[in-house]
């Protein structure tokens, strides 16, 4: 085993009776306490869509701004969930997880009270930030306490945690913005926050390990940044500036290169950002490549499914997030379950079987049109919410069990970075699909609906709308023509997102494969070198 603190051990049943020290020694109130923090942050990532729509109206906010509402976030957050961690297990998993909780919680408040779109946009950043200093040290600070035997099924748990929060986002984002207003979708963090602080501040044990006094890898630091930066910046882009522009390319070859230069950096130092002999286990690297393609279909199928459900089908914020809870529960289910599976078989069964539920799913949506009946629509989100729950519980087994103790929060943090940069493909890839679908088929759905040639050519011009499932129809069009530019608007909208599932769809297929060729049937191979 690794050279480590004294705190990395559970105490003996006859520690003192102290009841700090207690508390302190026991991992479960270790895991309800970064349950609070990880919810909150889960919660905060899926909710803001829902709130996007009364900021831009309330602040005078372009779509470009939005984005920003978004993307500064992202971008804060992929760069330097690496350091959050490497920080966690050099200086105390236990200190840099309250300073992250601290300062989302203020963040959140803060962009309740700005008042401006820039104020809006500079606090999300901030958001970002402390967000990659409280997610990696959720798991390092799991991996310290619990044995072996007993972090799958912690692990489990906290990746119900996370596929829950994240699901429950849209219900309780559209109840807050529709009953309150979008303020009230970041002061909820205030609470949340405040109790998240209190109780581990009593139960966290302090765990870091050290390898002495040498220089902290601060090129490492910038290289990883820059190049994350670049990457994720090229992906969300991708969507308004086109996959083939100049801009795009640019950007994503030169996150690419100076991530190769990091890679052949890291090589090179004594006490590296990211050790690079990680990447020698199989399991780690295959478990963090499913990770990004986990998230890369849950997010952007939620995506567009909530498209679908309110401007498609014309439900609610609110009604459109009941009607998926289905995930939500069958995220419930499968997160525990999938960790008892993995401890028993190892994640060589469960990643292939998570991967192919999502296949299923993906094909599943196949089948719907624009007034599919909801006896269409659940059984590909249990499919889709079973399969996320399983992935993520197999996946941080692979990576974080699979790390040294002493690289627990580094190895949080690669996981988390996977989830984030498969998240943003996700979404940018996935509306530029439909997006190119959706141009290359409205004129003809419109057509084919019977909207005569000139009205046609005119309405060809609100492909943008259309692809996020508005139909591009005015007050003064008379009924007959009304319901004629929505059957086609709505038509053209579906088959874009059959043309994404079918990738996504492809794409577990694949996941489901490698998963299952690559991972060795032992899921202990534990190094602490």
Not at 276 to 295: D, E, H, P, S, Y
């Amino acid at each position: 085993m690794s050279a480590s603190s004294p705190d990395l051990a559970v105490p003996p049943a006859h520690s003192p009776p102290e009841a700090r020290r207690s508390a302190r020694s026991n991992p479960w109130l270790t895991l309800i306490a970064v349950a609070f923090g990880l919810f909150m942050v889960g919660l905060d990532g899926s909710v803001v869509s829902i709130a996007n729509p009364e900021i831009g109206r309330d602040l005078n906010a372009s779509t470009a701004d939005l984005q920003w509402v978004t993307n500064s976030y992202l971008l804060a957050l992929a760069a330097a969930l690496i350091l959050g961690g490497k920080l966690g297990d050099r200086f105390g998993r236990r200190t840099y997880y309250l300073i992250g909780v601290a300062g989302f919680t203020v963040a959140s408040v803060a962009i309740g009270l700005a008042g401006s779109i820039e104020g809006v946009i500079a606090f999300r950043a901030a958001q970002g930030l402390f967000g990659a200093l409280l997610m990696p040290n959720t798991l390092g600070l799991l991996r310290a306490v619990f044995p072996p035997r007993k972090f799958g099924m912690a692990v489990g748990i906290w990746a119900m945690v996370s596929s829950v929060s994240t699901a429950l986002g849209p219900i309780v984002g559209g109840l807050l913005v529709q009953h309150v207003n979008w303020e009230s979708v970041f002061y909820i963090n205030a609470p949340i926050g405040v109790i998240a602080l209190v109780f581990s501040a009593m139960v966290l044990p302090q765990s870091k390990n050290s390898t002495g006094h040498h220089r902290f890898d601060v090129p490492g630091v910038v290289l990883l940044a820059a190049g994350l930066i670049l990457l994720v910046f090229g992906i969300v882009k991708g969507e308004t500036w086109g996959w083939t522009a100049g801009g795009t390319l640019g950007s994503i070859a030169a996150g690419l290169a100076v991530l190769a230069f990091f890679g052949w950096y890291e090589t090179r130092q004594e006490h590296p950002l990211l050790p690079m002999r990680l990447f020698r286990n199989t399991a780690l690297t295959i478990g963090t490549v499913i990770t990004a393609v986990n998230f890369f279909v849950l997010l952007g199928v939620i995506f567009f499914v909530m498209l679908y459900l309110q401007n498609v089908r014309g439900f609610s914020p609110v009604e459109a997030g009941v009607r998926t809870l289905p995930l939500s529960l069958a995220s419930v289910v499968a997160a525990p379950l999938g960790a008892a599976l993995t401890e028993r078989f190892g994640p060589r069964l469960t990643m292939p079987l998570g991967m192919a539920l999502q296949a299923a799913a993906s094909f599943g949506i196949l089948t719907w049109g624009t007034d599919s009946s909801y006896a269409a629509m659940w059984p590909p989100f249990i499919a889709l919410g079973l399969g996320v729950g399983m992935v993520m519980s197999a996946s941080s087994e692979a990576i974080v069990g699979n790390a040294p103790v002493k690289d627990a929060g580094v190895a949080g943090g690669l996981q988390a970075t996977a989830l984030q940069i498969g998240g943003a493909m996700g979404t940018s890839v996935l509306i530029s699909l439909i997006a190119g679908r959706v141009g290359s088929t409205f004129t003809g759905e419109l057509h084919d609906a019977g909207v005569p040639g000139p009205v046609a050519h005119a309405l060809s011009e609100a492909e943008d709308a259309v692809t996020m499932g508005v139909s591009p129809v005015s007050p003064d069009m008379p009924l007959q023509l009304k319901t004629a530019v929505t059957e086609a608007a709505g038509s053209a909208f579906m088959n874009g997102a059959h043309t994404a599932v079918l990738v996504t769809g492809i794409l577990c297929v694949a996941g489901c494969v490698v998963a299952a060729v690559g991972l060795r049937s032992d899921p202990k191979a534990v190094q602490d070198a």
